[in-house]
């Protein structure tokens, strides 16, 4: 099944598509260098199979690419990005 990650600059949302549905998104709040990530959610019908994983690193990557810092106020980014210290340099605290 495929598996997409596409910014929704007009929710200030990532979202994780599958077969072409939303199945989670990440929230964000875009600050001229920073990237704050507010919440994190998979829907009900989508959780268990490592979507939420997917979700946040790919974000994650992409935010970096861009040359933003990530601020992660969700529990479930900050999480991530201890077990991913590859993005841990670009982190700033709450």
Do not use: W
């Not at 964000?28 to 959780?47: A, D, G």
């Not at 979700?55 to 994650?60: K, P």
């Not at 933003?68 to 982190?91: G, K, N, S």
Request: glycine share 8%; with cysteine.
């Amino acid at each position: 099944m495929p598996v997409d990650v596409v910014d929704n600059p007009t929710e200030s949302r990532f979202e994780i598509h599958v077969d072409g549905k939303v199945a989670g998104f990440a929230d964000y709040r875009l600050l001229p260098t920073k990237i704050v990530f507010t919440h994190t959610e998979v829907l009900p019908e989508f959780q268990g199979q490592g979507l939420a994983g997917k979700l946040t690193g790919h974000a994650l990557q992409m935010s970096a690419d861009t040359g933003l810092r990530i601020v992660p106020l969700c529990p479930y980014v900050a999480q991530y990005i201890e077990r991913h210290p590859e993005f841990q340099d670009i982190t700033d605290a709450r």
